[in-house]
């Protein structure tokens, strides 16, 4: 099946009641790529594909937050957990904002459920200002080694449930042809398999 805008939504939708339970398990996997990245209080941070909103509450009161999903029952959920801030329907790989018109983005469980993961950092880092950071936090194969046997076998059926199991970080990154520097990568979740990445854009 391809992996499409549509499909996303649908697929996201159905998840949307149950998100916040399936993902319990990566929230100190989540606290900390947030650490990582050090969001200040007065900086502008851009969520891509926030889903139920689970990075609002880590960020500080002071930032000036923009959340964003492809999936209305997500925003949804989204905006109930942190009315005051604001929210935007957007698909990640064709944002609509303004060039170098943030501070920090986040792709927090994003790069991997995206159609083109090239494309969608390709967005994130035109958003990002000079100097800025982007955070990443996915399941990405480990660099400089080729997806097992078993985890393509895998992912037949998780890229269709949820995402990619088998996204290659430093391929999706050449492809994007952006200006993007990796300051640091490290396992965070499940024998790292889950990684907390910081960009930076030169």
């Known amino acids: 099946m391809r992996i499409d805008n549509s499909w996303n939504q649908r697929r996201y939708g159905v998840w949307a009641p149950v998100y916040d339970a399936m993902a319990r398990t990566l929230a100190r996997a ?5 650490a990582g990245i050090a969001v200040g ?4 941070v851009l969520i891509v594909g926030a889903g139920t909103g689970l990075d ?4 500080p009161a002071g930032a000036r937050v923009v959340a964003t ?18 929210f935007a329907y957007a698909d ?5 904002f303004p060039d170098a018109c943030f501070d920090v983005v986040l792709l927090h469980f994003i790069v991997a459920v995206v159609a083109d993961s090239a494309a969608c950092l390709r967005e994130a880092a035109r958003v990002t200002r000079p100097g ?23 992912n037949v059926l998780a890229h269709v449930a949820f995402s990619d199991i088998t996204v290659d970080l430093s391929a999706a990154l050449r492809a994007s042809g952006s200006p993007l520097e ?19 854009r030169t």
């Open 30 to 34: 989540r606290e900390d790529a947030l």
């Open 41 to 44: 209080s007065g900086e502008s």
């Open 56 to 59: 609002l509450p880590l960020l």
């Open 69 to 86: 999903d492809l999936t209305p029952a997500m925003l949804s959920r989204a905006r109930a957990r942190a009315p005051s801030r604001h």
């Open 92 to 96: 990640a790989e064709q944002l609509g």
């Open 132 to 154: 800025g950071r982007i955070s990443l936090l996915d399941k990405f194969v480990p660099d400089g080694r080729t997806p097992s046997l078993t985890r393509r076998a895998l």
């Open 182 to 200: 990796v300051v640091s990568r490290r396992p965070v979740a499940f024998g790292g398999r889950y990684e907390a990445v910081v960009l930076r």
